[in-house]
């Protein structure tokens, strides 16, 4: 490796370390402080504080690495270009393509573990620290006995203190109701005063009650016998409490793994294909159900069902009857032959062969807009009496041999399975669209460090300004762009408005076209940020209308 390159390299590695950790801290603070009250009075102590700030600052990397690309590819060639080293490295010869060799193979070595990271490392660091945010949110919050106010924290009492001190651990005027054992209030203490604390490393909470009195109902012997009531004066008198109901309890890990952001891109896209065939079976439950409901004129439903429910049919039903062969392995390859023909044979006179779950289903979509009639004419539809309503009703229980039911019943059952499947099917549409997004995203977040990267180095050669004044402004810009952009495609991609490949892609394709630009123009020493270069430009576009004058 060449001085040169050492150089650029030295050059840029301190200011991505500093400026990556600025941004993951800017990042985390902000997304923190939206569970700011779920904190709140809990005693969560600073080790979970530490696991669950560890754990998000994983999950903020897939946006920090890109921008702390851009912010310090700018810083470094700007802190070259602003100390004329940029120049004095072109004077002997070296071009600016050159220079940026080393910190571009950097960048892409970077891209390579950005995408490792995405697909792998963020996956299990949200699953731990969304399982770990789902326990602070259960705990209870800590004592809190308010002055005043019952408290009914503690399983099994309710507390009141009629005065609070300023110490939070003296109370005045005190009451506890215990209803442990279920049977209403049995037990009543009153105290003057009382002082609490906890002990056993806080698991119990004791009371110690001064100048009270207790008093308690007890269950009699007989149903026929009265109750005893038992009344106890006291000088001194202690009550422990067990904060067991207070402690932070773990929830099994599992229950979590299901969500999209724990799973890497081949689960997503495993799912995805699950999502895909689910929607076949629904149309296949809706084919199968509705002749039910038509048993009249429905007899025969293959004509109205649509090419991936014939296809999904036929492909089980071949599945299943080579299962059951117990030949040779060469009839089995030679009936497998047979069955794939044959199934290409019918997919070709109905589906045009296709193959695809997703291609079966927009297959269908387009058949049903085709068959779908543009306008209904109001002229054709036919009133008919209530008389004659009855009259068919009773024809069809007659002609049906069941009991008497209304005509307009079973058309009413179908139609709301219909919605409730067709319901279904809407949302499997969007899960898919919200999976093949968060999987497409995996390798556009690490392509778009390289993206940047092209914008960052040749915009700093050319405004040659360094530190974090005027970088920061240009990296907030394209960054704020860069935002614009993801978060319009994922919500168009999610309504299916748009692809969902593009969904996550568009930023990155929009802003390529700048960096090449950019480094063209860097190429050329171009003075574009510069004043009197504008400056210039206005007084001779001025000079020429006086010409024309």
Not at 104 to 122: G, K, P, T
Not at 342 to 369: C, F, G, H, M, W
Request: glycine share 4%; proline share 3%.
């Amino acid at each position: 490796m060449k001085k040169i390159d050492k150089l650029i390299l030295r050059s840029f590695i301190g200011p991505f370390l500093i400026t990556f950790f600025v941004v993951v801290f800017i990042l985390l603070t902000q997304y923190m402080l939206k569970y700011f009250d779920d904190f709140v009075g809990k005693d969560l102590g600073f080790s979970v504080f530490a696991e669950l700030i560890a754990y998000f600052s994983i999950n903020m990397t897939p946006i920090a690495f890109p921008l702390a690309v851009l912010l310090s590819s700018l810083m470094t060639f700007g802190n070259l270009g602003e100390h004329f080293e940029l120049t004095a490295i072109k004077s002997a010869g070296i071009s600016l393509v050159r220079v940026l060799r080393p910190l571009f193979v950097f960048v892409v070595c970077l891209s390579a573990v950005v995408y490792y990271s995405n697909n792998f490392i963020v996956p299990k660091a949200n699953l731990e620290a969304y399982s770990l945010l789902y326990d602070i949110k259960q705990k209870k919050p800590s004592i809190d006995i308010k002055e005043g106010a019952f408290y009914g924290g503690i399983p099994g009492y309710s507390i009141k203190a009629n005065k609070k001190y300023d110490d939070d651990k003296s109370l005045g005027d005190l009451i506890i109701y215990n209803h442990s054992d279920r049977k209403g209030n049995t037990e009543i203490i009153l105290a003057d005063s009382a002082l609490m604390y906890t002990i056993l490393g806080d698991k119990y909470l004791v009371m110690e009650l001064f100048d009270g009195k207790s008093y308690t109902e007890e269950e009699a012997n007989k149903p026929q016998e009265p109750s005893n009531y038992v009344r106890n004066i006291f000088k001194h008198n202690k009550v422990v409490f067990s904060l067991a109901s207070f402690e932070m309890e773990r929830t099994d890990k599992e229950l979590f793994s299901s969500n999209r952001l724990m799973k890497n891109e081949n689960e997503l896209r495993n799912d995805v294909d699950s999502m895909r065939n689910d929607i076949i079976d629904s149309k296949q439950t809706i084919y199968r159900y509705t002749p039910r409901f038509f048993n009249l004129h429905m007899d025969d439903t293959e004509e109205v069902k649509p090419p991936s429910v014939v296809y999904l049919e036929k492909m089980k039903a071949d599945t299943a009857s080579i299962s059951k062969l117990d030949s040779s392995k060469e009839e089995s390859e030679v009936l497998a032959q047979k069955n794939e023909e044959a199934v290409k044979e019918k997919n070709l006179k109905t589906s045009k062969a296709i193959k695809t779950p997703d291609q079966l289903s927009k297959y269908d979509d387009q058949r049903t807009l085709k068959n779908t009639p543009k306008k209904l004419d109001r002229e054709s539809i036919v009133e008919y009496d209530q008389n004659l309503i009855d009259r068919a009703d009773s024809a069809f229980n007659s002609i049906t041999r069941r009991t008497p039911s209304n005509l307009v019943d079973k058309p009413r059952f179908a139609k709301n399975r219909l919605k409730g499947e067709n319901r279904r099917i809407e949302n499997r549409k969007f899960e898919i669209n919200v999976y093949s997004i968060e999987a497409n995203s995996k390798l556009s977040q690490a392509v778009a460090c390289i993206v940047m990267f092209l914008i960052g180095a040749p915009l700093g050669a050319i405004i040659k300004k360094g530190g974090l004044g005027f970088p920061v402004i240009v990296s907030i810009l394209f960054f704020i762009v860069s935002y614009v952009i993801n978060t319009t495609g994922i919500k168009l991609g999610r309504a299916g408005d748009i692809s969902n490949f593009w969904a996550v892609w568009a930023s990155n394709f929009v802003l390529l076209p700048f960096g090449l630009f950019f480094l063209r123009q860097a190429r050329n020493d171009s003075r574009l940020f510069e004043t009197d270069y504008y400056a210039v430009k206005i007084a001779k576009i001025f000079k020429f209308f006086r010409k024309e004058k």
